[in-house]
């Protein structure tokens, strides 16, 4: 038996014991669906027939995002969750290398190597910005370029302008927008202007439905029309579609989650200014290496290798825990 020489690249996934834990480590949301939400949604899956495949395209959902968003339904596309969608856009374009500005969301990195392409890593500067001068000869041959935007560890929101100048080199742009919901700023409108542009969305952060893995991408209808014919047919299932429709029904919850998240990651930033960068996430990225300290008095917070092997990521958690985690670290920084 031989296997794949690209597997020497690979380890699995790191976990931890998450028994009793405050889980501030991966962006989700701390809140499940307020229980009146999940009693629709399961009376929704009792009318479904689990013996038939689910509708092709995800037509349901693509029509509910279509009337949100204003964005025609052809130039949606729906998987199971934005890492799939991430995978699929791998194979869609001609190349040798991704480029990716890190530290970022590993994984394109990930993705990108399974598929045997190899990534171009250009360093955020000190404030974690995307540098001013770029080669743009490296960035037009691209494959395609993957920016997180707000970014993942760092939660910040990067210059119009600058997306813009990579965007005129003509290379495939995927703004992965998991987070756009914290931000308040999407580029969807920009979807008109360019047809190398690809949008990234998820139901796994502010919409709370991480466990349904539901992903969205938007770009114009001549790549629409690749990307669904590489597209595994059926991997988002029914009951997770029809769980994404019935969010988008219940804006109230939503806005109302987003607006005390907004609120308590402000909070957290206010009491750590002179360690934290400024997010416009649901988590912020704090310079302390108290990954350790915290998890032995029962928080589990994301750590890092590298540049930010000193720092810690916190995903903004329920009034108690968001409480628990500030005493802890203010007593782990006065020590
Ligand atoms: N993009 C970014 C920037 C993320 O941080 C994450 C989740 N950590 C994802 C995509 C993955 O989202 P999904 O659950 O939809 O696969």
């Known amino acids: 038996m031989k296997f794949n020489r690209q597997l020497d690249q690979f380890a699995p996934y790191r976990t931890f014991d998450t028994e009793g834990k405050i889980l501030m480590n991966k962006n989700e949301s701390p809140f499940d669906i307020p229980g009146e939400i999940k009693e629709q949604m399961i009376d929704r899956w009792k009318a479904i027939p689990f013996n038939r495949y689910p509708p092709i395209e995800s037509l349901p959902l693509r029509r509910k995002v279509s009337e949100k968003t204003g ?15 991430i995978s699929d856009l791998m194979h869609l374009f001609e190349g040798e290398y991704i480029v990716t500005f890190t530290p970022t969301f590993s994984m394109y990195g990930f993705y990108a190597k399974r598929r045997g392409l190899k990534v171009v890593e250009i360093p955020l500067n000190d404030a974690f910005d995307i540098p001013e001068t770029l080669d743009e000869e490296i960035i037009a041959r691209a494959h395609s370029v993957f920016i997180a935007n707000p970014n993942n560890p760092t939660g910040k929101l990067y210059d119009d302008y600058k997306i813009d100048k990579i965007l005129r080199t003509g290379v495939p742009v995927v703004l992965d927008e998991a987070y756009w919901e914290f931000s308040g700023k999407t580029s969807l409108a920009k979807l008109r202007e360019f047809e190398n542009l690809i949008i990234l969305r998820t139901f796994s952060k502010a919409m709370g439905l991480s466990g349904l893995r539901i992903g969205l991408g938007f770009a114009g209808k ?7 014919a590489l597209k595994s047919p059926y ?12 969010m988008l029904e219940h804006p109230e ?8 998240i907004i609120r308590e990651r402000q909070r957290i930033y ?7 960068t400024e997010s416009f996430t649901n988590f912020l990225l ?10 032995n008095n029962g928080i589990l917070v994301q750590k890092f290798r590298g540049r930010l092997e000193k720092h810690i990521r916190v995903t903004v958690g329920t009034e108690y825990e968001n409480d628990r985690l500030i005493r802890k670290l203010e007593a782990f920084l006065k020590a």
């Open 270 to 276: 206010e009491a750590f200014r002179e360690i934290a």
């Open 222 to 228: 001549k790549l629409m029309e690749k990307w669904f």
């Open 71 to 85: 964005v025609e339904e052809g130039m949606i596309i729906a998987g199971c969750g934005s890492d799939a969608l």
């Open 253 to 260: 919850t939503l806005e109302r989650n987003i607006a005390f």
């Open 235 to 246: 991997n988002l299932n029914t009951l997770s579609e029809i769980a994404a429709i019935e």
């Open 286 to 295: 704090l310079q302390a290496d108290a990954f350790d300290f915290l998890y």
